[in-house]
Antibody, heavy 119, light 107 residues
Framework: EVQLVESGGGLVQPGGSLRLSCAASGFTFSSYWMHWVRQAPGKGLVWVSRINSDGSSTSYADSVKGRFTISRDNAKNTLYLQMNSLRAEDTAVYYC????????????WGQGTLVTVSS | DIQMTQSPSSLSASVGDRVTITCRASQGISNSLAWYQQKPGKAPKLLLYAASRLESGVPSRFSGSGSGTDYTLTISSLQPEDFATYYCQQYYSTLWTFGQGTKVEIK
Protein backbone atom coordinates (compact mmCIF):
# COMPACT_ATOMS: atom_id res chain seq x y z
CA GLU A 1 0.00 0.00 0.00
CA VAL A 2 1.33 3.39 -1.00
CA GLN A 3 1.74 5.71 1.98
CA LEU A 4 2.98 9.27 2.22
CA VAL A 5 3.30 10.67 5.73
CA GLU A 6 4.23 14.31 6.24
CA SER A 7 5.74 15.70 9.42
CA GLY A 8 7.49 18.80 10.65
CA GLY A 9 4.68 21.33 10.58
CA GLY A 10 3.97 23.68 13.42
CA LEU A 11 3.93 27.28 14.58
CA VAL A 12 6.81 29.49 13.51
CA GLN A 13 7.41 33.23 13.70
CA PRO A 14 7.64 35.39 10.57
CA GLY A 15 11.15 35.21 9.18
CA GLY A 16 11.71 31.81 10.72
CA SER A 17 12.50 28.44 9.18
CA LEU A 18 10.95 25.01 9.15
CA ARG A 19 11.75 21.72 7.44
CA LEU A 20 8.96 19.43 6.34
CA SER A 21 9.50 15.74 5.73
CA CYS A 22 7.45 13.21 3.79
CA ALA A 23 8.13 9.55 4.49
CA ALA A 24 7.21 7.32 1.57
CA SER A 25 6.48 3.61 1.62
CA GLY A 26 4.80 0.94 -0.45
CA PHE A 27 6.46 1.87 -3.74
CA THR A 28 9.86 2.41 -5.33
CA PHE A 29 10.39 5.99 -4.16
CA SER A 30 13.44 6.56 -6.35
CA SER A 31 11.38 6.02 -9.51
CA TYR A 32 8.93 8.87 -9.01
CA TRP A 33 8.92 12.64 -9.30
CA MET A 34 7.54 14.18 -6.15
CA HIS A 35 5.73 17.45 -5.42
CA TRP A 36 4.66 19.72 -2.59
CA VAL A 37 1.22 21.33 -2.81
CA ARG A 38 -0.21 23.68 -0.20
CA GLN A 39 -3.63 24.92 0.82
CA ALA A 40 -4.17 28.00 2.94
CA PRO A 41 -7.10 27.80 5.37
CA GLY A 42 -10.34 27.99 3.41
CA LYS A 43 -8.52 28.49 0.13
CA GLY A 44 -7.66 26.45 -2.95
CA LEU A 45 -4.80 24.15 -3.85
CA VAL A 46 -1.51 25.76 -4.87
CA TRP A 47 1.44 23.90 -6.34
CA VAL A 48 4.68 24.73 -4.53
CA SER A 49 7.57 22.68 -5.87
CA ARG A 50 8.66 19.49 -7.61
CA ILE A 51 11.75 17.32 -7.77
CA ASN A 52 12.67 14.67 -10.29
CA SER A 53 13.36 11.08 -9.37
CA ASP A 54 17.09 11.39 -8.71
CA GLY A 55 16.97 14.87 -7.24
CA SER A 56 18.96 16.51 -10.03
CA SER A 57 16.19 18.83 -11.19
CA THR A 58 13.83 21.03 -9.19
CA SER A 59 11.19 23.68 -9.90
CA TYR A 60 9.40 26.21 -7.71
CA ALA A 61 6.38 28.45 -7.76
CA ASP A 62 7.35 32.12 -7.99
CA SER A 63 5.86 32.75 -4.55
CA VAL A 64 8.46 30.52 -2.84
CA LYS A 65 11.44 30.71 -5.19
CA GLY A 66 14.59 31.64 -3.34
CA ARG A 67 13.06 30.85 0.06
CA PHE A 68 12.08 27.18 -0.18
CA THR A 69 14.26 24.23 -1.17
CA ILE A 70 12.95 20.82 -2.13
CA SER A 71 15.19 17.78 -1.76
CA ARG A 72 15.01 14.05 -1.36
CA ASP A 73 16.94 11.16 0.13
CA ASN A 74 16.19 8.09 -1.94
CA ALA A 75 18.08 5.86 0.50
CA LYS A 76 15.70 6.97 3.25
CA ASN A 77 12.60 7.14 1.02
CA THR A 78 12.02 10.67 2.23
CA LEU A 79 11.09 13.96 0.58
CA TYR A 80 11.91 17.29 2.22
CA LEU A 81 10.89 20.92 1.98
CA GLN A 82 13.19 23.43 3.66
CA MET A 83 11.28 26.64 4.21
CA ASN A 84 13.18 29.81 5.09
CA SER A 85 12.15 33.45 5.52
CA LEU A 86 8.62 32.36 6.26
CA ARG A 87 5.76 34.82 5.85
CA ALA A 88 2.21 34.90 7.15
CA GLU A 89 1.00 34.03 3.66
CA ASP A 90 2.89 30.73 3.82
CA THR A 91 0.41 29.53 6.44
CA ALA A 92 -1.18 26.44 4.95
CA VAL A 93 -1.56 22.71 5.03
CA TYR A 94 1.33 21.26 3.04
CA TYR A 95 0.76 18.04 1.13
CA CYS A 96 3.39 15.85 -0.45
CA UNK A 97 2.25 14.20 -3.65
CA UNK A 98 3.50 11.45 -5.93
CA UNK A 99 3.32 12.20 -9.62
CA UNK A 100 1.83 9.44 -11.72
CA UNK A 101 4.16 7.99 -14.32
CA UNK A 102 1.82 6.51 -16.89
CA UNK A 103 -1.23 8.64 -16.16
CA UNK A 104 -1.22 12.28 -15.18
CA UNK A 105 -1.78 14.26 -12.05
CA UNK A 106 -1.56 12.87 -8.55
CA UNK A 107 -3.05 9.59 -7.46
CA UNK A 108 -1.37 9.54 -4.05
CA TRP A 109 -1.31 12.32 -1.50
CA GLY A 110 -0.14 12.56 2.07
CA GLN A 111 -2.50 13.58 4.84
CA GLY A 112 -0.95 17.04 5.04
CA THR A 113 0.91 18.93 7.75
CA LEU A 114 -0.13 22.38 8.96
CA VAL A 115 2.35 25.22 8.96
CA THR A 116 1.30 28.37 10.81
CA VAL A 117 3.40 31.50 10.48
CA SER A 118 2.46 33.96 13.18
CA SER A 119 3.98 36.07 15.92
CA ASP B 1 3.16 30.17 -16.13
CA ILE B 2 -0.07 28.61 -17.36
CA GLN B 3 -3.13 30.09 -15.65
CA MET B 4 -6.21 27.93 -15.06
CA THR B 5 -9.56 29.68 -14.83
CA GLN B 6 -12.28 27.52 -13.35
CA SER B 7 -15.98 28.35 -13.28
CA PRO B 8 -18.27 28.68 -11.53
CA SER B 9 -16.63 29.23 -8.16
CA SER B 10 -19.65 27.69 -6.50
CA LEU B 11 -22.99 26.19 -7.41
CA SER B 12 -26.07 24.86 -5.70
CA ALA B 13 -27.65 21.71 -7.03
CA SER B 14 -30.03 18.96 -6.02
CA VAL B 15 -29.50 15.23 -5.90
CA GLY B 16 -30.03 13.86 -9.38
CA ASP B 17 -29.03 17.08 -11.16
CA ARG B 18 -26.53 17.19 -13.99
CA VAL B 19 -23.60 19.41 -13.04
CA THR B 20 -20.97 20.92 -15.33
CA ILE B 21 -17.76 22.64 -14.28
CA THR B 22 -15.45 24.29 -16.78
CA CYS B 23 -11.75 25.02 -16.77
CA ARG B 24 -9.90 27.24 -19.23
CA ALA B 25 -6.15 27.28 -19.63
CA SER B 26 -4.25 30.38 -20.67
CA GLN B 27 -2.58 28.33 -23.41
CA GLY B 28 -3.09 24.94 -24.98
CA ILE B 29 -2.32 22.06 -22.64
CA SER B 30 -2.86 19.07 -24.97
CA ASN B 31 -5.32 17.29 -22.67
CA SER B 32 -2.77 17.30 -19.81
CA LEU B 33 -5.53 17.98 -17.32
CA ALA B 34 -6.66 16.29 -14.14
CA TRP B 35 -9.78 16.77 -12.04
CA TYR B 36 -9.89 16.30 -8.27
CA GLN B 37 -12.57 16.13 -5.62
CA GLN B 38 -11.81 17.41 -2.14
CA LYS B 39 -13.88 17.12 1.00
CA PRO B 40 -13.22 19.20 4.14
CA GLY B 41 -10.14 18.14 6.06
CA LYS B 42 -9.14 15.57 3.46
CA ALA B 43 -6.53 15.36 0.75
CA PRO B 44 -7.75 15.73 -2.83
CA LYS B 45 -8.91 12.63 -4.67
CA LEU B 46 -8.07 12.09 -8.34
CA LEU B 47 -11.18 11.68 -10.48
CA LEU B 48 -9.96 11.98 -14.06
CA TYR B 49 -6.67 12.46 -15.87
CA ALA B 50 -5.70 13.14 -19.47
CA ALA B 51 -8.87 15.24 -19.54
CA SER B 52 -11.25 12.32 -19.98
CA ARG B 53 -9.77 9.15 -18.49
CA LEU B 54 -11.60 7.94 -15.43
CA GLU B 55 -9.42 6.98 -12.49
CA SER B 56 -9.91 3.43 -11.28
CA GLY B 57 -12.74 3.13 -8.78
CA VAL B 58 -14.36 6.45 -9.67
CA PRO B 59 -18.08 6.17 -10.53
CA SER B 60 -18.99 6.47 -14.19
CA ARG B 61 -21.30 9.41 -13.50
CA PHE B 62 -18.12 11.50 -13.60
CA SER B 63 -16.85 12.35 -17.05
CA GLY B 64 -14.48 14.79 -18.64
CA SER B 65 -14.12 16.34 -22.04
CA GLY B 66 -12.37 19.11 -23.88
CA SER B 67 -9.28 19.95 -25.87
CA GLY B 68 -6.84 22.76 -26.43
CA THR B 69 -7.58 25.32 -23.76
CA ASP B 70 -11.15 24.43 -22.69
CA TYR B 71 -12.15 21.48 -20.52
CA THR B 72 -15.27 20.29 -18.73
CA LEU B 73 -16.08 18.04 -15.80
CA THR B 74 -19.61 16.65 -15.82
CA ILE B 75 -21.44 14.80 -13.07
CA SER B 76 -24.38 13.18 -14.82
CA SER B 77 -26.57 12.61 -11.76
CA LEU B 78 -25.39 14.27 -8.56
CA GLN B 79 -25.30 12.00 -5.54
CA PRO B 80 -25.20 13.01 -1.85
CA GLU B 81 -21.54 12.00 -1.58
CA ASP B 82 -20.61 14.32 -4.47
CA PHE B 83 -21.09 17.50 -2.49
CA ALA B 84 -17.51 18.71 -2.29
CA THR B 85 -15.03 21.09 -3.91
CA TYR B 86 -13.65 20.26 -7.33
CA TYR B 87 -10.35 21.40 -8.82
CA CYS B 88 -8.81 21.17 -12.26
CA GLN B 89 -5.03 20.97 -12.62
CA GLN B 90 -2.74 21.20 -15.63
CA TYR B 91 0.39 19.10 -15.82
CA TYR B 92 1.40 20.13 -19.34
CA SER B 93 4.05 22.35 -17.79
CA THR B 94 6.44 21.10 -15.11
CA LEU B 95 5.17 24.13 -13.17
CA TRP B 96 1.76 22.78 -12.27
CA THR B 97 -1.23 25.03 -11.72
CA PHE B 98 -4.66 24.42 -10.25
CA GLY B 99 -7.95 26.10 -10.92
CA GLN B 100 -9.49 28.14 -8.12
CA GLY B 101 -11.98 25.40 -7.25
CA THR B 102 -15.73 24.92 -7.54
CA LYS B 103 -17.72 24.25 -4.40
CA VAL B 104 -20.79 22.11 -5.09
CA GLU B 105 -23.40 22.69 -2.41
CA ILE B 106 -26.80 21.24 -1.69
CA LYS B 107 -29.74 23.28 -2.95
Amino acid sequence: EVQLVESGGGLVQPGGSLRLSCAASGFTFSSYWMHWVRQAPGKGLVWVSRINSDGSSTSYADSVKGRFTISRDNAKNTLYLQMNSLRAEDTAVYYCARESIAAGGVRYWGQGTLVTVSS
Amino acid sequence: DIQMTQSPSSLSASVGDRVTITCRASQGISNSLAWYQQKPGKAPKLLLYAASRLESGVPSRFSGSGSGTDYTLTISSLQPEDFATYYCQQYYSTLWTFGQGTKVEIK
